[in-house]
């Protein structure tokens, strides 16, 4: 069972960047696939990148392609969101989640047992 632990949030003013970390413990990423989710206010857990166990694919929601990046370090048992041209509609609680060796890359909450307990990242326009 693995344990994920977020950090790297906080208040950004419109364009800028973040970083969010997210450590994991208890087994090696390296047999997850890793997804990162958000939830705002009012509104349901949305799907916001995804990447293989195996490394080999990466998915993004249609609004975060281009600006959001998704890595990992399995080495450091640990993997990346790097935000860049943030929006105020980026603000949301920012989850980590872990799923064990799917045959894709789910979108769905629903399919990722293991979750961080979350970070905040609010946007200012």
């Known amino acids: 069972q693995v344990q994920l632990v977020e950090s790297g949030g906080g208040l950004v003013q419109a364009g800028g960047s973040l970083r969010l970390s997210c450590a994991a413990s208890?087994?090696?990423?390296?047999?997850?696939?890793m997804g990162w989710f958000r939830q705002s206010a009012g509104k349901e857990r949305e799907f916001v990148t995804g990447n293989h166990w195996s490394g080999s694919f990466t998915d993004y929601a249609d609004s975060m392609k281009g600006r959001f990046t998704i890595s990992r370090d399995n080495a450091k048992n640990t993997v990346y969101l790097q935000m860049n041209s943030l929006k105020p509609e980026d603000t949301a609680v920012y989850y980590c989640a872990a799923t064990r060796r799917p045959s894709g890359v789910p979108r769905s909450a629903g399919m990722y047992p293991y979750w961080g307990q979350g970070t905040q990242v609010t946007v200012s326009s």
């Open positions: 208890g087994s090696t990423i390296g047999s997850y696939t």
